[in-house]
């Protein structure tokens, strides 16, 4: 999945709805920290509790993705309110929209932000072994909030080989999230009769009367890339993720087997390649934009649409489809299995304890330590309620004896300030803390009347939450890439997503299917690829001794 599309993922569970959040953090402490700075380390070796607020804090920050561009800091309530009173300035670093020549400049030019915002993985174990990283051990006690809310197990798949931590995770969890499934036209699905919608051969005898029913209408949206596809095939094999399928690496006993082998993942692409043949997918499925995609689910132009996170769509469609006829808009349906496997074993999505990505503090930082407590308290209660809901006075007043938030009669009523709010911050949410806010979520929306409760929070409480796959043992497995192991990786990526796209959009037959698959494994054990599933495998065997 793209790095954007994760971030949609993660924010749209708190965009697109009513929600709230809950709780209050004084982790403030006491006194503003004293102590020489080091000026070979960047760290401080001082004892007492750094005081947001007692005196200006200002450090740089730089979003390590082509597409991020940083809001202006204090040009919204919540970030306003937060230079305010916690005397906090972020000025931005900008990417230039090409953020690998950008870090490496920077790096060169010896010119590091104070702040990384990063994907997890071998960039930061790079910025770490050339010694430009600041580890946060000696602050996780003092500032608490990380820790209690994330828990040591996180923490300590976020280390690094030296043992120590530098990672500060963002979408962080430890209970299930996230929104992949099935997204159902509802209108088109009620005049067709509601016929079974639950195994694969539901799915495509229904693609089938669509076609013939509504030649205007795509059967199934598969997105952007195809990647509706992967989400697919996890319906051909309990506790089946679709992150096996670009991992490359399917498990076996204790170690990693070829994907091109995999039974399952040969039967998805022969069920995808004939959906395709039959023209019951999206033709343009490798070459669509996603606003493209967009534009078909906000129009009801799709009978089903899967994805890694189709609430994202379907909650804007479903509130501008029912708002014109009350029959129409979205539903959502348990995820599609092949007939014989035990349903509440398919997983359409997962989660992951680290959650989506992470910010860094680098040596540049005249005081890390305030930094980091600046981090620590934007994810905890109060930092995370002023960064969704802006300050105390306009959408909530006071919390309750459980810390969440007394909404105002504002909250109800004002829904465009409170969403032009909430979509004011987004690109703020660099440290979400997700059970806060989930579990915020839906206490908020027990307390409302059926009607009145948001249709993405329904759906995630009755199913995408539900059949989501803990998958925190497979993260990190991917090599630097300048390494051996990622040289090979690379080759083997570019031989698997060339025998993806032939075997979908090329193959005339399920014989050819596997012909294709069959030529990707010969061509990718030339490459080597038996050395990085080993490689691999000594990853995840790894991470699964941190976990015990």
Not at 331 to 356: F, S, T
Request: aromatic content about 12%.
């Amino acid at each position: 999945m793209k790095t954007r599309s994760l971030a949609g993922k993660w924010w749209m569970t708190v965009l697109m709805v009513p929600i709230l959040l809950a709780g209050c953090s004084d982790n403030s402490g006491g006194a503003p920290a004293e102590g020489a700075q080091d000026g070979n380390n960047g760290e401080r070796e001082v004892s007492a509790v750094y005081e947001l607020g007692q005196e200006p804090l200002e450090f740089s920050f730089y979003g390590h993705y082509d597409w991020y561009t940083m809001p202006t800091w204090g040009g919204d309530l919540s970030t306003k309110w937060i230079q305010d009173n916690m005397k906090v300035n972020v000025t931005p670093v900008s990417s230039g929209g090409n953020a690998s020549q950008k870090l490496s400049t920077m790096i060169v030019s010896s010119s590091l932000p104070d702040v990384i915002w990063m994907e997890r993985g071998p960039d930061v174990e790079k910025l770490r072994a050339e010694g430009m990283l600041v580890a946060f051990d000696d602050y996780l006690d003092k500032y608490p909030n990380l820790k209690e809310w994330a828990g040591d197990s996180t923490l300590d798949m976020l280390r690094s080989p030296d043992g120590k931590l530098y990672q500060f995770p963002n979408w962080y969890t430890t209970q299930p999230n996230g929104n992949a499934g099935y997204l159902v036209n509802k209108k088109i699905y009620e005049e067709l009769g509601q016929p079974p919608l639950e195994t694969t051969d539901d799915l495509y005898e229904y693609l089938k009367l669509v076609k013939a029913s509504y030649p205007n209408v795509v059967p199934l949206e598969v997105g952007q890339s195809g990647a509706g596809l992967d989400i697919l095939s996890t319906a051909f094999g309990e506790d089946r993720p679709y992150i096996f399928n670009t991992m490359m690496a399917v498990p076996d006993g204790d170690e990693f087997t070829s994907i091109f082998t995999d039974p399952v993942y040969r039967e998805a692409m022969q069920y995808n390649s004939k959906l395709y043949r039959e023209g019951l997918i999206t033709q343009d499925a490798f070459t669509q934009k996603l606003e493209q995609v967009e534009q078909k689910v906000l129009n009801g132009q799709v009978a089903v649409y899967v994805a890694s996170s189709p609430t994202e769509f379907g909650a804007m469609g479903h509130s501008l489809l029912s708002a014109e006829d009350p029959d129409a808009g979205y539903i959502m349906v348990w995820p599609i299995h092949k007939q014989g496997l035990d349903k509440d074993r398919i997983y359409p999505g997962d989660y992951k304890q680290l959650g989506w990505n992470v910010s860094v503090i680098t040596k540049s930082a005249d005081n890390p330590e305030a930094v980091f407590a600046f981090l620590d308290w934007l994810t905890g209660p109060e930092g995370q309620r002023i960064i969704f809901w802006g300050p105390e006075g306009i959408y909530w007043e006071g919390t309750d004896e459980e810390g969440a938030p007394l909404f105002t009669e504002a909250f109800t009523s004002d829904h465009k300030g409170r969403d032009e709010l909430m979509n004011a911050t987004v690109n703020f949410q660099w440290n979400g803390n997700t059970v806060y806010i989930d579990n915020s979520k839906m206490k908020f929306e027990s307390t409302l009347p059926p009607e009145d409760r948001s249709w993405e929070t329904y759906w995630q409480s009755e199913i995408t939450w539900k059949t989501q796959f803990n998958t925190t043992e497979y993260v990190n497995l991917d090599p630097a890439g300048d390494s051996n192991e990622g040289i090979i990786s690379q080759n083997v990526f570019e031989i698997y997503e060339k025998a993806r796209a032939q075997a979908i959009l090329n193959a005339k037959s399920d014989e050819e299917v596997i012909a294709i698959l069959d030529k990707a494994e010969e061509d990718a054990q030339k490459a080597n690829y038996a050395q990085l599933l080993a490689y691999k495998t000594e990853r995840w065997q790894e991470n699964k001794s941190k976990l015990e």
